[in-house]
Nanobody, 115 residues
Framework: QVQLVESGGGLVQPGGSLRLSCTVS????????MGWYRQGPGKQRELVAL???????NYGDSMKGRFTISRDNAKNTIYLQMNSLTPEDTAKYYC?????????WGQGTQVTASS
């Protein structure tokens, strides 16, 4: 079993920045994919960004150029730097972990961009 602990959400003014972190623990494998999805009010869950063990990344279309995902394998932690936030980025952000044996989600952290 895998546990994911997220942090870094909060309230930010439009145009501002936030950094999310997610640390994974438990029966994790060296080869894995981690990342973030989000779900806004009345919307379906959508891809934010993914990063593999080899640091290959994949982003949702509306996040490209504004969000950056990174990974510290030694700390089993990923980070999501979010810049130029808009009210449309308001959502609950969920950390995601996947390997050959596991497919797990965090509890989510709320991000609100509002004046």
């Amino acid at each position: 079993q895998v546990q994911l602990v997220e942090s870094g959400g909060g309230l930010v003014q439009p145009g501002g920045s936030l950094r999310l972190s997610c640390t994974v623990s438990g029966n994790i494998l060296s080869s894995s994919t981690m990342g973030w999805y989000r779900q806004g009010p009345g919307k379906q869950r959508e891809l934010v960004a993914l990063v593999k063990s080899d640091n290959n990344t994949n982003y949702g279309d509306s996040m490209k150029g504004r969000f950056t995902i990174s990974r510290d394998n030694a700390k089993n932690t990923i980070y999501l730097q979010m810049n130029s936030l808009t009210p449309e980025d308001t959502a609950k952000y969920y950390c995601y972990y996947s390997d050959f044996l596991n497919d797990d989600w965090g509890q989510g952290t709320q991000v609100t961009a509002s004046s």
